[in-house]
Nanobody
Framework: QVQLVESGGGLVQPGGSLRLSCAASGSISSILIMAWYRQGTGKQREMVAGITSNGETEVTIAVKGRFTISRDNAKNTVYLQMNDLKPTDTAVYYC?????????WGQGTQVTVSS
């Protein structure tokens, strides 16, 4: 079992920045990849960025150049640095992790970009 706790969401003006955090606990040695997904109102959940246990990263085209995913292995935490935020980035952001046998989700954190 892996538990994920997200933090860092909130309300920000267009062009602003936020950093999301996702702290993992439990069977963390079995984690293969950690990722951030988002789901806007009336939209399907989509992957935003992912990072493997080897540190390889992938970021979706819609946020490339604005969002960065990173991890602190000592703290078992993955971060999503979001810069130059746009109203279209408004969504609930979910932390996700996959192990050799299972997939886990955090509870989600709301990000609202509005003036």
């Amino acid at each position: 079992q892996v538990q994920l706790v997200e933090s860092g969401g909130g309300l920000v003006q267009p062009g602003g920045s936020l950093r999301l955090s996702c702290a993992a606990s439990g069977s963390i040695s079995s984690i293969l990849i950690m990722a951030w997904y988002r789901q806007g109102t009336g939209k399907q959940r989509e992957m935003v960025a992912g990072i493997t246990s080897n540190g390889e990263t992938e970021v979706t085209i819609a946020v490339k150049g604005r969002f960065t995913i990173s991890r602190d292995n000592a703290k078992n935490t993955v971060y999503l640095q979001m810069n130059d935020l746009k109203p279209t980035d408004t969504a609930v952001y979910y932390c996700n992790t996959r192990t050799t046998t299972s997939e886990y989700w955090g509870q989600g954190t709301q990000v609202t970009v509005s003036s």
